[in-house]
């Protein structure tokens, strides 16, 4: 008995010794602190959904380096990001990218933290993103743009007998997903068409993405969710809804393009089949890419249309520049992703609304490297997670202003009118960083916003500003 006292206590004050030392490492950086002992606050912002604003808030009383959690700290400014996301840079991924695991101890590309097989595998992939082996993706993108507009005229035109409202927050995410299944595999879910949500994918995405958002705040807890017997739990691929559901749809989706007799597709999957993918990077890829490359493009429509909804005289700016270069015959029907570059006006409220409301708020960590770091005058031992408030960047004073957090796409072309030509590329420079950068950088960017280019330009008539 005295003998099993004596272990009790050493195990308590082994763990007391663990979590001082924990606490101690790095206890002269900023922050509250709770937030040296538990990750739990995040947490809880995180599940309450208002994480960002309490990343804002951190960064506003402690400075421009706040610890967050144990052994996590966060910036707020983009040099920094640059910094530790530059080609030459050691920093490799960090514990949050476990979230991303659709399948327990298996990495796609996205969450795959070793850094050169992530090299290797983005190198294979990079050809796929780029649309250089299928022609291009403006073609697919045009198809479901047109199928999004013809929803709008067939069932949510309203007029003097009838009020026809429409959710486009689902309607959105609808354009998405079969946008990225027409790019990626050659042919759409079919949201648009059924205008429902197939296989209740949105709902148990809504569901799910506060609670994924919680575990990349206490990594620890992904851990947990991909250990036995929770694990029973995880999406499968015979479910016949959710992330099952499409999970299923992936595999089956891939054993049928690998199949003897089946001819070669021409979108992104085929491109990473004639890059060498297995068969279980492939299913993989194509879980991951229908997420990722759906819920971000979605979230930002969503976000700059309610900013311009928001902003009657910025929306009426936009239509004026769109009515007129459809009178002076600038632009096709669909719009053309070259033509949008070159309307001012549009490129200035996509940028706006871009830096203001990030699709994507995680801090998406990295990992200090061995020796140790110097960020913002504190040292970081190696191992730390260091992760990025991007809706901080976004909004920096320094870069956009004392109106950084107000919308207001004039200052882009302000800006580009002004001789401060310094100035004009901190603020393109800045705002594109809410796609990463250097080695970190997302490949999807440029459907992304080829996506942004064309569908405010095809939906504003068939919006009115009361």
Known sequence: MAAFFVFAIAVVVGLLVRELYSWYRLSHVPGPFWHGITGFSMARAALNGSVHEYYMELHEKYGPLVRIGPNTVMFSDGDTLRKIAGARSKYVKGEWYAVGRTTPGEDHLFSMRDEEKRKYLKSKMGPGYAGLENGGFEAGIDKNITAFVDLIDRKYISNAKEFRPMDMASKSTYFALDVISELGFGTPYGFLKEDRDLYQYVSTKDAFFPVMITMGNVPWLATLMHSWPLNLGL??????????????????????????DTKPGRDMIQSF??????????????????????????????????????????????????DTAISKRMISSPIKDSEARFMPYLQAVIREGLRLYPPSTGIVSKEVPVGGDVVHGYRLPGGTQLGENICSIGRSKDVFGPDAHLFRPERWTEAAMDDDEEKYRAMMSTADLVFGYGKFYCMGR??????????????????IVL
Request: aromatic share 6%.
């Open 273 to 322: 089949i004639n890059a060498g993918l297995t068969r279980k990077e492939l299913t993989q890829e194509v879980y991951v890419e229908t997420i990722a490359g759906s819920d971000t493009t979605a979230t930002a429509i969503r976000m700059i249309l309610l900013s311009l909804l928001s902003n009657p005289s910025a929306f009426a700016a936009l239509r004026a520049e769109i």
């Open 235 to 260: 999406p499968k691929s015979g479910d016949s809804a959710g992330f099952g559901a499409l999970m299923g749809f992936a595999k089956t989706f891939v054993d049928g393009r690998l199949a003897p």
């Open 446 to 463: 440029n459907i992304a916003l080829m996506e942004l280019n064309k569908i405010f330009v095809e939906v504003r008539g068939k919006i």
